[in-house]
C-alpha cells in the first residue's frame, strides 16, 4: 500500500532539516517513493528512495510543487515539508491510515476523496473557506459532529494544513497557480480552485506529524528573510487575483 505513496518534499536553503527528513522516510517509510524539489543553489542531497527535481533559484513553493507532481509515477501523492519529523511511529501510523482511507474510499464511503488531511504539531486548521470576491476570504472552524460512517472520523473541509494526501491525478488536473510566489498565499488559493470544482477535500481526525524543533543551524542564515516574504509577495498577489481587501483567519487575525 505505502508503495502506491510518493512523498513530497519541497526544500530551499534548509540542508540539515532536508538531511534529517529524509533519513527519517527512509528509515521509517521505506516503501515510500520521495521527490524533492529543490530551488536553491546547493548541490543535490539524496537519501533512501528519493529523487531529485531541479527548479529554477528561488522560483517559489508552487513551481516546485508542481515540478514534483509532474515526475511522479504513484496513484498516490502525499504533501509534506522539508522539517517534518517522519520518523516517528505516529507518521508512519497516520501516513498508512490516510493512503488506506483514500485508496479505499469509494468502496467504503460510496465515494473517491480527492485530497485527505491531517494536522501539524497537533494544531487544528480544518475548516471551510468564506468567500466574498470583491470584500474577503474567512475561515471557519469545523466542528467534529458528524462522521461519514467509517471507524475514523472524517469530516468535509475546504482547507486544511500543509499536510494532506491526495490522487495524484487530481494534483495534476488542479496545479497551484505558479504566478503566486515564492511563498504565501498559494495555499488558500489552491484549496478555493478544489472547493469551486466541488472535490471532495476531507480532514481524517488522529492523524499528526510534527515539526522537527527549530535549529538554525540547519539552515541557511538568509532563510528567515526568505520566509518573511509570505505576506508582502505571495499573499498580496493572492488578494489581488481573488479580488479581496482582507483575509481573516481563523482567530480573527486580518492581513
Not at 105 to 118: K, M, P, T, Y
Not at 191 to 210: H, P, Q
Request: glycine share 8%; hydrophobic share 40%.
Amino acid at each position: 500500500m505505502l508503495s502506491d505513496v510518493t512523498i513530497v518534499i519541497p526544500t530551499f536553503h534548509r540542508r540539515g532539516y532536508l538531511k534529517d527528513c529524509l533519513t527519517g522516510i527512509a528509515k521509517n517509510l521505506p516503501e515510500c517513493h520521495v521527490v524533492v524539489a529543490c530551488d536553491d543553489d546547493q548541490p543535490p542531497f539524496l537519501y533512501g528512495n528519493s529523487r531529485w527535481v531541479k527548479c529554477p533559484y528561488d522560483s517559489g513553493l508552487t513551481v516546485k510543487r508542481n515540478a514534483a507532481v509532474a515526475a511522479i509515477q504513484t496513484p498516490c501523492t502525499l504533501i509534506g515539508s522539508d522539517d517534518f519529523d517522519f520518523s516517528a511511529d505516529e507518521a508512519r501510523e497516520g501516513i498508512v491510515r490516510m493512503a488506506r482511507t483514500l485508496r479505499a474510499s469509494e468502496v467504503n464511503i460510496g465515494f473517491e476523496i480527492d485530497v485527505l488531511a491531517g494536522r501539524v504539531n497537533q494544531r487544528p486548521y480544518e475548516g471551510t473557506l468564506e468567500y466574498v470576491p470583491g470584500e474577503y476570504i474567512k475561515e471557519h472552524r469545523v466542528n467534529f459532529i458528524w462522521g461519514l460512517g467509517m471507524t475514523t472520523c472524517l469530516i468535509r473541509i475546504d482547507i486544511a494544513a500543509n499536510y494532506f494526501i491526495a490522487r495524484t491525478s487530481v494534483l495534476r488536473a488542479f496545479p497551484w497557480d505558479e504566478s503566486i510566489r515564492p511563498i504565501g498565499g498559494e495555499h488558500a488559493d489552491w484549496f478555493l480552485d478544489l472547493k469551486e470544482a466541488n472535490m471532495n477535500v476531507l480532514f481524517i481526525d488522529g492523524v499528526n506529524i510534527n515539526q522537527m524543533p527549530y535549529d538554525a543551524s540547519k539552515q541557511d542564515p538568509r532563510y528567515r528573510e526568505y520566509r518573511r516574504r509570505a505576506l508582502t509577495t505571495g499573499h498580496a498577489l493572492m488578494k489581488k487575483k481573488r479580488n479581496i481587501k482582507q483575509y481573516i483567519d481563523f482567530n480573527g487575525g486580518v492581513s
